[in-house]
């Protein structure tokens, strides 16, 4: 016996001697770590995902350094209007009055209101200053003065910015119009209370106007989790109790088995609210995670107990035996699933680095609670209940031989009985072919990804009011800005330049860099179109001749101004243009902006590549940046860290189970065959996912990860359960009978309550949550599949190798220990009873 098979036994001898002392100590840990879910906090949306990388860090300099079209320095609130014309009397009258009833609320601290219809009435009077202002005037104007005030609004440059696609000159008409309302609040402001009040107000008004910003967005990013968690939870936890129910057919083991399981998440969010780190979106997995891992493990306990105890063993020894088996296994199968989900600190992503730190720990809590808690208090309870006379309810292992998944199981070995090796070479050939098509799997990233879609599902009618979901309207509100207004963030990228902008060549490199635009960028008469501070001292020479004429006198040719910018670039900042500088140009003269137009139907991939190219034409330090090269940035990352850290699982697993194998059963060549259901199961869970269309996202890339580590847990089980027979009986098809009829029957179940119960998570009002439940289950059923498909021939062939004896292999082979019924016959040392 060596050190790791004498430390085991050690274990399993104070779990059996003690039981009340190990049960005392897991619920004295348990009230330890309670309070720490208190102190959990939620983080949701995509901001998360954008820490650490270049571009997002770009589009923060950005931010911070110009200003944006309205201001930084207070926040903002949109007013959105949606009206048959919003520039005729009703339609003004409809903007005005919304933006009076937010001016006259002091908590919402208006300092100022821009709107189309403000630009109308100060047509009519040049003495509006606010919104009452305006609507007064727009009252009392004729509809002569209204069309004339149009036409001369509609004159000013910036006035149309505001207003939908569909505006026309001529008429004076638009669909829809944006007014901005800009609080006198510090930037930091609670927008996620402000907006919302500010919304309320706007629709109690007359018309169709209402309120929209960031801190909307927000908010219904952080309530979507907890609201597709509320419907969500009860179904899962009434499909996975009811299999429970059936599985354990025994109400005690059902109730020991929901304590275990609950102990396992308060151990692990415990543990997460003291280490300060945030639930996110990706920490959704972890509860799926424990739940399958812990389910498995439970049982297998109870039925490998179960197994021992028909043979009329005492439930200390049945205990006793069926640990030394287990907690080897359940060992193993943790180890490997830790490393699996540690492979995760490979990614630059901080969400999914957080994610393998908890899914880590929380599989240490797992083992500990089901090979300790969970087999002590079960003794307990048996020892009580033999003592007072009350009778088992299910005592019957899953998969016993007289029950109908006892005899359907056994025959899953008939599609490889009669060639192991030729089966085995058809399942590694669609295994690589299955890899080269799934890798080719879509990635993406974007906010609609945390969003619930625009139009909920009509099932959620269905449920009862506590768990109806709230009402969300940033998904459709940005989809009709995107749609009916001219080109949007959505439609632009910058480039953040760093360099001297006073020098003499400053603006004509800029210049340079807009001729010949990629295929994607907006072309105009052979140039992008672009906006820079170049456009400012243009616009302002238009108007001012003095001005002209010293951006005349300081181009030695018709092109840029290339000396005298710092002179320039003052003037700019002393006239009415400040604010138009100050959103492309520093002011400190040593960055600016450049923001490109580009086509709204061209890939995130394809305007990315295009915007790096171009960073690359500027001189200095340029770094291409806005929102879709970010996502695509996310998008490009989490890519790579799903396949890095599938192939350091895969490789840290390989190394792990062949030292584990070998240092516990003496066989370290049969840690590697476990591992190739694993990748049967990944690549065609890859290829699913591309024949679906369902991209990796902010928390589908953790499935690769989720997969390896239900995939060993699975092949663990069965490889070391075939190990046991095998060498108790030197039988190698009744050992793989064996294997098949027992674990099999405990795997059966643990496949079924944690696909049904993960699954559920298809009804879920987040889109991401739901494709995610569905890979879960699909991922869980194919390991299943695998584990008992896959695994038993490579068994097989292992034996093969390992004692030389080819006839195994060989076509046609008689099958020893297995009737043509799939019933077993007569072998030797079997533990498992019919």
């Not at 170049?534 to 101004?561: K, M, N, Q, R």
Request: charged letters at 20%.
């Amino acid at each position: 016996m060596n050190g790791a098979e004498r430390a085991f036994r050690a274990i399993t001898d104070r779990i059996v001697e003690r039981p009340r002392t190990v049960v005392v100590a897991c619920l004295l840990l348990t009230l330890c770590f309670a309070p720490g879910t208190a102190l959990l906090e939620s983080e949701a949306g995509s901001d998360q995902f954008t820490e650490g990388i270049e571009e997002a860090d770009a589009l923060d300099r950005v931010n911070e350094q110009f200003e944006p079209a309205f201001g930084d320095d207070e926040p903002t609130t949109q007013l959105i209007q949606r009206d048959g014309n919003v520039l005729d009397r009703g339609g003004l009258l409809a903007m005005l009055t919304a933006a009076e009833r937010i001016e006259e609320r002091d908590d919402l601290r208006v300092s100022e209101v821009s709107a189309p219809a403000i630009d109308v009435a100060s047509e009519i009077d040049g003495d509006v200053e606010t919104a009452a202002d305006a609507r007064d005037v727009v009252e009392d104007a004729s509809e002569g003065e209204i069309d004339d005030a149009v036409d001369a609004a509609a004159e000013d440059s910036g006035f149309d910015t505001l207003l939908s696609d569909d505006f026309n000159r001529e008429s004076g008409t638009a669909s829809a119009s944006i007014g901005v309302v800009t609080h006198s609040f510090p930037a930091s402001a609670d927008t996620q209370t402000l907006q919302p009040e500010a919304r309320e107000v706007a629709e109690g008004a007359p018309g169709d106007v209402t309120a929209f910003g960031g801190g909307i967005v927000d908010a219904e990013f952080a309530r979507v989790i907890f609201d597709s968690l509320a419907i969500v939870v009860p179904a899962a936890l009434a499909v996975i109790l009811g299999l429970l129910a059936y599985a354990y057919r025994d109400p005690f083991d059902f109730a020991l088995g929901g304590i275990a399981l609950l102990m396992t998440v308060v151990w692990t969010f415990g543990f997460t609210g003291y280490a300060g780190i945030a639930f996110s979106d990706v920490l959704i997995a972890v509860p799926v995670l424990l739940l399958a891992v812990g389910i498995d493990f439970g049982i297998h306990t109870v039925n490998r107990y179960r197994e021992e105890r028909v043979t009329g063993s005492d439930p200390g020894v049945a205990m006793r035996d069926a640990l030394g088996q287990l907690v080897v296994a359940y060992s193993i199968i943790a180890g490997t699933t830790i490393i699996g989900f540690l492979a995760n600190l490979t990614s630059s992503l901080d969400p999914l680095r957080e994610f393998g730190i908890v899914a880590g720990v929380g599989i240490c809590f797992t083992l500990v609670i089901f090979v300790g808690f969970l087999p002590a208090a079960k003794l307990l309870v048996d020892r009580w209940r033999a003592a007072n006379s009350i009778p088992a309810f299910g005592s019957r292992p899953l998969g016993s031989a007289d029950s109908a998944l006892g005899r359907l199981l056994p025959r899953l070995s008939a599609l490889s009985r009669p060639a192991p090796a030729a089966f085995l070479v058809v399942v590694l050939l669609l295994t690589a072919g299955a890899a080269g098509y799934g890798a080719g799997v879509d990635t993406t990233f974007d906010d609609d990804d945390f969003l619930p879609p625009s139009e909920q599902p009509g099932y959620v009618d269905y449920f009862p009011a506590a768990l109806q979901p709230g009402e969300y309207t940033a998904t459709e509100t940005i989809d009709f800005l995107s749609e009916n207004f001219a080109t949007s963030e959505d439609d632009t990228v910058t480039i953040y330049v760093e360099r001297r902008m006073t020098s003499d060549a400053a603006l004509r490199s800029l210049s340079r860099a807009e001729r010949d635009p990629p295929e994607t960028f907006i072309e105009t008469d052979g140039r992008a179109s672009a906006t820079g501070v170049d456009d400012a001292i243009d616009g302002y020479a238009e108007e001012d001749t003095e001005f002209a004429g010293l951006v005349a006198d300081s181009s030695l040719d018709d092109g840029p101004p290339n000396r005298n910018l710092e002179r320039i670039y003052g003037e700019l900042r002393d006239s009415e243009y400040e604010g138009f500088t100050g959103e492309y140009l520093a002011d400190d003269d040593r960055s600016t902006r450049v923001v490109y137009d580009v086509e709204s139907d061209a890939s995130d991939a394809a305007v990315t590549a295009d915007a790096r190219d171009v960073a690359d034409r500027y001189r200095g330090d340029a770094t291409a940046t806005g929102q879709i090269v970010v996502f695509q940035a996310v998008a490009e990352t989490i890519f790579d860290s799903a396949i890095v850290s599938l192939a350091a699982a895969l490789g840290l697993s390989a190394l792990f189970l062949v030292v584990l194998f070998w240092l516990f059963l003496d066989s370290p060549t049969l840690g590697l065959v476990t591992l190739l259901p694993v990748a049967v199961t990944v690549a065609t869970l890859t290829t699913a996912m591309r024949l679906a269309g369902i991209p990796f996202n902010a928390l589908t890339a953790t499935i690769l990860a989720i997969t390896i580590g239900l995939g060993v847990d699975y092949t663990v089980h069965v490889a070391h359960r075939f190990h046991d027979e095998y060498a108790a009986t030197d039988d190698v098809d009744a050992a793989v009978v064996t294997t098949l009829r027992g674990t099999g029957g405990a795997l059966t179940g643990t496949m079924a309550t944690t696909a049904f119960g993960t699954g559920v998570l298809v009804l879920a009002i987040t889109p991401i949550l739901g494709q995610f439940g569905l890979l879960t289950a699909v991922s869980i059923s194919l390991a299943y599949l695998a584990s008992l498909v896959v695994l038993p021939p490579a068994l097989v062939a292992w034996v093969a190798a390992v004692e030389r004896r080819p006839e195994l292999l060989w076509i046609g082979r008689a099958v020893r220990g297995v009737d043509a019924d799939g019933g077993e016959a007569e072998r030797r040392g079997s533990r498992q009873t019919d």
